[in-house]
């Protein structure tokens, strides 16, 4: 099946973010995706101070938007992230939405990014954002899909459940910076695949040197091998590539790693 990642240049308007991107969205299906994925934070700028400002109930305004948009393209649509609202708390949160229109999955980030890199970067989601609590999975008549969003991607344990629950595509939306993205981005995203044998999809936004959080971009897709198929630069784009669930399964058999385990010894589980 074919997959599209849409690097999204995300400005302070709110309205034209939801409106670029359902354009995006249906271009990509319109060049055959079966599935699209938007980037982390694609209808607000990223930052602790525009969250509250930005922030949505789900169902709402933009929710919506997606909802209409994978039923009009008869698609699989991963709705990168939002802030969203509920309780009083604020919560960054990923949807997905089907081919009718129907959601199919919420996922709140599990891991807040809190960072200290002295003379780099300094951030701290926990200022305003709460944690989610739950893994996210969704079922597409190609395979399962297991949901995180950016630093959710650094916790191995989190990629092993997905692919011991039988994820054979993690999609993690998330808008490294220019600090931790030419590091780890790259690094993170073939060692999850490799560590799984899944493909790993990243989604993030395009780069604006003059935001207060300047985004990495390079949105990636590495298959179970370890090997980088598909790769953006910096500018907002769209980039595809044909997820091949047979390759997948040659892997599998021929480095049986996953039936290699050593329950006997460790193991990783979910909890709730």
């Known amino acids: 099946f074919r997959l599209a990642l849409i690097q999204l240049h995300v400005s302070s308007v709110k309205s034209g973010n939801l409106q670029r991107a359902c354009g995006l969205v249906r271009e990509a299906a ?56 509920d309780g009083g708390k604020l919560y960054n949160t990923c949807t997905v939405f089907g081919p009718d229109g129907a959601m199919l999955a919420k996922h709140r980030k599990v891991h807040l990014f809190d960072i200290n890199i002295p003379g780099k970067i300094q951030f701290k989601e926990s200022e305003t954002l709460s944690p989610g609590n739950s893994f996210s999975m969704f079922d597409t008549p190609y395979c399962k899909v297991g949901l995180g ?36 981005w790259e690094l993170l995203q073939r060692g999850r695949a490799v560590d799984n044998q899944v493909y790993i999809a990243t989604v993030s936004p395009a780069r604006d040197e003059k935001a207060s959080y300047v985004a990495w971009g390079h949105s990636t897709v590495v298959n179970p091998w370890g090997e980088v198929i598909a790769k953006a630069g910096a500018e907002e784009t769209v ?34």
Do not use: W
């Open 30 to 85: 319109a060049q055959g995706a079966n599935v699209v994925a938007l980037p982390e934070c694609f209808n607000s700028p990223y930052g602790t101070q525009y969250f509250k400002e930005y922030a949505e109930k789900i169902p709402g305004e933009s929710t919506q938007k997606l909802s209409e948009v994978a039923k009009d393209c008869s698609i699989y649509l991963v709705g990168g992230s939002i802030p969203e609202e």
């Open 239 to 272: 980039i595809y590539t044909d997820i091949d669930l047979k390759k997948l399964a040659e892997i599998r058999q021929q480095l049986p790693i996953l039936s290699q385990k050593r329950g006997d010894l460790y193991a990783v589980e979910m909890k709730k």
């Open 149 to 184: 969003i950016c630093y959710d991607i650094r916790f191995a344990e989190m990629a092993q459940i997905y692919g011991q629950k039988g994820c054979q595509l993690l999609i993690y939306p998330g808008a490294f910076n220019l600090t931790t993205g030419p590091a780890h």
